[in-house]
């Protein structure tokens, strides 16, 4: 038969075996209700720490689609007169575009 264990917190009269311990813990770890993902919330940003992340995914992306290791994701001139759409998940960036828009008489 299993030896009773007992833990630091219980009481003598409290003693569970190793099995009786081990469903306890397996019980509080899986008997959660889970909780629901946060909203995906899509924004126009000026954030640095949400750009990076933009630019970031924007290279790896770029790089496995072409199949090139040249493409440097870092933020370039026509990022700087865009806006950055992002879709996050409370602070982390899971995609993203750059909206450019131009007056009738600009030429580039």
């Given at each position: 038969?299993?030896?009773?264990?007992m833990r630091n917190d219980e009481k003598p009269t409290q003693q569970k075996t190793l099995v009786e311990e081990m469903y306890a813990s397996l019980q509080r770890r899986?008997?959660?209700?889970p909780r629901l993902p946060e909203p995906i919330v899509y924004e126009f940003t000026n954030d640095r720490a949400l750009l990076h992340q933009y630019y970031r995914i924007r290279e790896i992306m770029y790089r496995k689609v072409f199949n090139t290791e040249k493409f440097v994701g870092e933020e370039d001139v026509h990022d700087k007169v865009s806006h950055i759409l992002i879709a996050r998940r409370g602070r982390l960036v899971i995609g993203g575009c750059r909206l450019t828009v131009r007056e009738a008489d600009e030429d580039f």
């Amino acid at each position: 038969m299993a030896k009773p264990i007992m833990r630091n917190d219980e009481k003598p009269t409290q003693q569970k075996t190793l099995v009786e311990e081990m469903y306890a813990s397996l019980q509080r770890r899986f008997g959660r209700t889970p909780r629901l993902p946060e909203p995906i919330v899509y924004e126009f940003t000026n954030d640095r720490a949400l750009l990076h992340q933009y630019y970031r995914i924007r290279e790896i992306m770029y790089r496995k689609v072409f199949n090139t290791e040249k493409f440097v994701g870092e933020e370039d001139v026509h990022d700087k007169v865009s806006h950055i759409l992002i879709a996050r998940r409370g602070r982390l960036v899971i995609g993203g575009c750059r909206l450019t828009v131009r007056e009738a008489d600009e030429d580039f």
